[in-house]
Structures are given as C-alpha cells and as structure tokens.
C-alpha cells in the first residue's frame, strides 16, 4: 500500500512569489492535514480538509490556502511568500477526521526554502 | 502559554536506561493525547495513543497519563541506540492536532 506521497520535495522561491504544493493520500483515506515544521516552532497546523471541505483551520494568516479533490488528493498554497516560510510542510492523511481518530500518516515533506 | 509544551532536551541516556519525556498541556478539555516519533530528516510517526488516566504499555514504551495535572509523559525502558529520534507529544485541542516541539533524545551505546 503506498503511503502518503508529496512533491516536490525541495523548492527554492524568491519572497514575493507564490508556491503550491501537492499531497496524495494514503489510498482510502478521506482526510487531509498539512502542517508547518520549522526548528523554532515545532509542527504547527495549518488546515485539514476531508470530503472537500476544510474542516479545521490553524492560525496563519490568509496567505495559506488549501484545497482537496474529489479524489482526496490535496494542495495549499501559499502567496506572497516571505523569508519565514521557509519551512518544511509536512502533509498526512487519515481514514477518517482526526477528530475521531488521532492518527496521522504522515508523507516525507515538501522543504521550501525562500530567498 | 503553549498549547502543548515539552523539554525541547536535548535528553541523553545510555543504552538500557529508562528514558523519560515529559509533556504538558494548556487545555483541560482534552481527551486525546499521542506520542509520534521523528527521526531524523523522516517524517513523524505514532508510536502511542492515551486516552484514560494511568498508564498504559506496549512493549518497552509506556505512556502515562494525569488530566488533572494536564501532564503526559512517555517512559522508554531498555533504551536501545534505535530509540534516537525526536519525540513529539500531540494533543487533539478543539478537533485539531497539536504538537509540542519535540524533545530530542539520544541513547549513547
């Protein structure tokens, strides 16, 4: 079974463009989560997504952006980068809400740097 | 205060030593609370659920657990130079998952 697959895996962007990143889930999975790792904050939670609809939103602002197909498959973005996004993004998937279920697969992360 | 708070370490302990990892949290509605494993340059990964107060045991890890202390710690006994990684507390606050910042350990053969 293959698990949660992202790409790409490292970009470098310039402040002031915009990047999009892609997340497939586990197959079967309905929920979507992405998350921002950084050395300072830890794992911060930016959204999660299950049946197309955006669930839970973290507390970043309206840069980030997010999305999910009828295929469960998932993409965020972000807009007008700026020096502090860099980070790695972590996406990971779930059966079902993590609300009622708490475990996350977790895919290899998207490393964005931003010059 | 964060939502979930854990000694960022890093924590170090030789090999068949308990290890200890310690982590609160600031909502005391909280039912749901996780432990994930990092290692290095790898992507999370759960290692241990914990729902009730008291303990709870799965091989060498045992996670314990006092919501009237909002406290949650993780015991790694016989540490193992495998056990090196980055572990991260979760809590589930308001249907979300929070994390803690990790603590990192290393087990010294």
């Known amino acids: 079974k293959a698990g949660v697959t992202q790409t790409p895996r490292y970009l470098i962007k310039t402040r002031g463009q915009q990047v999009t990143l892609s997340c497939s889930p586990i197959s079967g999975h309905r929920s979507v989560s992405w998350y921002q790792q950084t050395p300072g904050q830890g794992l911060q939670f930016l959204f999660e997504y299950f049946s197309e609809t955006q669930r839970n939103k973290g507390n970043f602002p309206g840069r980030f952006s997010g999305r999910q197909f009828s295929n469960s498959r998932s993409e965020m973005n972000v807009s007008t980068l700026e020096l502090g996004d860099s980070a790695l993004y972590l996406c990971?998937?779930?059966?079902?809400?993590?609300?009622?279920?708490?475990?996350?697969?977790f895919g290899e992360g998207s490393r964005l740097t931003v010059l | 205060q964060k939502e979930v708070e854990q000694n960022s370490g890093p924590l170090s302990v030789p090999e068949g030593a308990i290890a200890s990892l310690n982590c609160t949290y600031s909502?005391?509605?909280?039912?749901?609370f996780f432990w994930y494993r990092q290692y290095s340059g790898k992507s999370p990964e759960l290692i241990m659920s914990i729902y009730s107060n008291g303990d709870k045991e799965d091989g060498r890890f045992t996670a314990q657990l006092n919501k009237a202390s909002q406290y949650v710690s993780l015991l790694i006994r016989d540490s193992q130079p495998s056990d090196s990684a980055t572990y991260l507390c979760?809590?589930?606050?308001?249907?979300?998952?929070?994390f803690g910042a990790g603590t990192r350990l290393t087990v010294k053969p």
């Open positions: 909502d005391r509605g909280s039912q749901s």
């Open positions: 979760a809590v589930m606050i308001r249907n979300d998952m929070r």
């Open positions: 990971a998937s779930s059966p079902v809400q993590v609300a009622n279920t708490g475990e996350l697969f």
